[in-house]
């Protein structure tokens, strides 16, 4: 008989590999952007990038994909404001695109109606709008001596005073405000500056209010300008903005003023001599990709001019292309010759010529709103309405949630080559930089995230070595500055005024003595460099100071105990560390 066989083990049934899957998480930032590049508008960017951290991460750390979106997708037209006549504020007109949902829900969601503008029942002009730039609107209130920055889609305001009166000091004959402008930043959201432009008899003058630094500028005069204008008359028409600059041009010669506002600097530009006092005939605005165009018309007949230099390398306006449009017109609006005016230019923005078919104060019948792009040679039908006052194309800006927030690049009083903020302190979940010279503090809300200003006490002004901004315990704002062994501990606290204030004093000269085992020869002024959780760090001698090594404290706020930390030369900064809550038991 034979022996049995072993019994074999069997072996476990191999494990089914469930295929992996790929989420959102798992792309790259470059085949992320490379997918967003593709999305047909600015709105529709904005709302897939809400919709997912990846994807507002990709865009907010990429301007190279900023500037591709921008080249591939011009920023869409929204619609225009209009001054309207017998209200307190301007009216809108939208662009109604039954193909962009998007759009029309950006419209919907804005606050056309500019509810957030103060109202005053004695000012009975209200406000009128000066200029729209950048997603925001210029107005000005003349009853109350008010300038609003306001953009509608994310209702950001900003309140300006008028220029002080300064600005006509030195004028010659009578002295005309002339405009006020805005100048925006593409990458620096919330950064702006406000022109306003005037003139006397013969000379050109600006004053430019800047968001950095909360203050208006007086520019020089100018030289006299060529022709020696009349000292009874506005000389200067209506200025535009075009290429970081702004142009008025004379009302009877044929030149122009120039105001870079970067430099910023006046010159003067000849115009063609046939255009010499017909301002209402051309207009001075930029191409796509951003070259200095002017546009001038005759009938139905659209002529582009650009500068170019002859053959002394003189800069002279030369007509590029001639575009008749009657043909165009009156297919897309479906009427005749007997129907329209001569086409009148308003503006020309990023390649984009808006104009209308009847011109300015012509009361009947309504007047088309048009536009061409110079680009694509395309005419775009936009609304018909009464041409009864000045209108401006409302453009959707790059939104400031698709931004990293960057200091104000654009501000020609307060950079100067030189740093005007201090080293930068956290807490309570924001970021805080004292201004070097002036008594505020610049805060960055890191989750918002916006900027915003609050006053620093009139005494520390310019005294960034003497405080520190950092939170107590239980997460509350507060600032410690020192003066000798006494430490100011200042809270914000609403006063009768409504300002935040509010402050208590230690004084710790005799508790520094007693830990240290010292005298008061043996130490300079306590100097603070962190407030963490309710503990003040600080040094028994400012940073710099040559000498022997010195004593580094702490002090708590809750329980007023100081503790003696070590002894060593305080030759440069000191960065406490804290041991976190460890990623194992979270």
Known sequence: MASPQPLRRRRPPAKIQTPSHTTIHDLKDDLILEILIRLPSLSSLVRAALSCRAFLAAVRSSPSFRRRFRELHPPPLLGF??????????????????SDPDLAAAVRGADVFLTRLPYHDEASTGWEIADCSGGYLLLFNEATEQIAVYNPLTRALDLISFPPDEICDGHCGKFYYQDYFLLCSDEASGSFCVVCFCHDKSRVRAAIFSSGTKEWQILPWSTPAPGQPSRKKNWLLAGTQATGNLYFAHAKEAYMVVLDALTPNFSFIDLPEHLKGQGCLYKIGETKNGKLCMVSVIGFTLYIWFQRADSDGVEKWVVDDAIPLEHEVLRATETSLDDHGDL???SILDGVVFFTTLRFGDHSPPSWFLSFCLETRKLEKLFCRTYDNFYYPYIMAWPPALLVHQEDNICISCIHNMVWLLAGTQATG??????????????????TPNFSFIDLPEHLKGQGGLYKTGETKNGKLCMVSVIGFTLNIWFRRTDSDGLRSGWLIMRLEHEVLRATETSLDDHGDLKVWAILDGVVFFSALRFGNPGPPRWFLSFCLETRKLEKLFYRTYDNFVYPYIMAWPPALV
């Open 430 to 447: 924001n970021l805080y930089f004292a201004y070097a010279k002036e008594a505020y503090m610049v805060v960055l809300d890191a989750l």
């Open 81 to 98: 404001f209009f001054e309207s006549v017998g209200t307190d504020v301007p009216s809108f007109s939208p662009i109604r695109r039954r």
């Open 344 to 346: 009148q230019v308003s």
